[in-house]
């Protein structure tokens, strides 16, 4: 597919309060240097980037009703968490908002907060980039910067456990996919020789 264009950025930051369509360009701007990086599609990542967080502009009540509106089926520890709702949304509303229907696209978008087994590298790149986009500021962040450019999936469990204990600290909900996502990862770890 083509490089989403002006009228979709427009669009969209018409829809984004300031600061969070600042998140959303840096999101773009570090999923293309990955995607450079790894040799991945950079226009794929730039236009999951660009649409990632597009269902951040309704509000809880909003996004509910979109969902059922558009037939967006939530588990139930999905509907437990209502941040992790954007996703799955997000996905359905850049497809029929935005007019996106690129599958790989369409998938990094809803699996971008809570991952999954198996997922393909432009899901990581993805995930990654929205936690480490140069205006993220937590303790840690610098390292996980270093490990996404040196082993993705290194990084990715860095990412996955930087957001597992943030939960567990709240006594938070942890989706089962998040926990896929780990596991595989884990067992499937590269060993070095
Ligand atoms: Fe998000
Ligand atoms: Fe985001």
Same mark, same amino acid.
């Given at each position: 597919?083509?490089?989403?264009?002006?009228?979709?950025? =427009?669009?969209?930051?018409?829809?984004?309060?300031?600061?969070?369509?600042?998140?959303?360009?840096?999101?773009?701007?570090? /999923?293309?240097?990955?995607?450079?990086?790894?040799? /991945?599609?950079?226009?794929?990542?730039?236009? /999951?980037?660009?649409?990632?967080?597009?269902?951040?502009?309704?509000?809880?009540?909003?996004?509910?009703?979109?969902?059922?509106?558009?037939? %967006?089926? !939530? =588990?139930?520890?999905?509907?437990?968490?209502?941040?992790?709702?954007? /996703?799955?949304?997000?996905?359905?509303?850049?497809?029929?908002?935005?007019?996106?229907? =690129?599958?790989? %696209?369409?998938?990094?978008?809803?699996?971008?907060?809570?991952?999954?087994?198996?997922?393909?590298?432009?899901?990581?790149?993805?995930?990654?980039?929205?936690?480490?986009?140069?205006?993220?500021?937590?303790?840690?962040?610098?390292?996980?910067?270093?490990?996404?450019?040196? =082993?993705?999936?290194?990084?990715? !469990?860095?990412?996955?456990?930087?957001?597992?204990?943030?939960? %567990?600290?709240?006594?938070? %909900?942890?989706?089962?996919?998040?926990?896929?996502?780990?596991?595989?990862?884990?067992?499937?770890?590269?060993?070095?020789?």
């Amino acid at each position: 597919m083509n490089k989403l264009g002006k009228d979709i950025e =427009d669009k969209l930051k018409n829809s984004l309060p300031p600061k969070r369509y600042k998140h959303v360009a840096g999101v773009c701007a570090e /999923a293309v240097k990955l995607a450079n990086h790894y040799g /991945a599609d950079e226009t794929r990542a730039y236009n /999951a980037a660009l649409l990632h967080d597009c269902a951040k502009g309704c509000g809880e009540e909003e996004q509910f009703r979109l969902c059922s509106e558009y037939g %967006v089926e !939530l =588990d139930e520890i999905t509907k437990k968490c209502p941040p992790i709702i954007h /996703a799955p949304l997000g996905a359905e509303i850049a497809r029929r908002v935005y007019g996106v229907n =690129d599958d790989e %696209v369409l998938e990094a978008i809803r699996f971008h907060t809570v991952g999954k087994a198996n997922m393909t590298l432009l899901e990581k790149i993805i995930y990654i980039a929205d936690m480490i986009e140069p205006s993220r500021d937590f303790d840690g962040v610098d390292e996980l910067r270093r490990a996404a450019y040196e =082993d993705i999936d290194e990084a990715m !469990l860095m990412c996955i456990a930087q957001g597992l204990i943030y939960n %567990v600290k709240k006594c938070a %909900v942890i989706h089962p996919k998040t926990l896929e996502a780990w596991n595989y990862l884990q067992i499937n770890k590269k060993t070095e020789e």
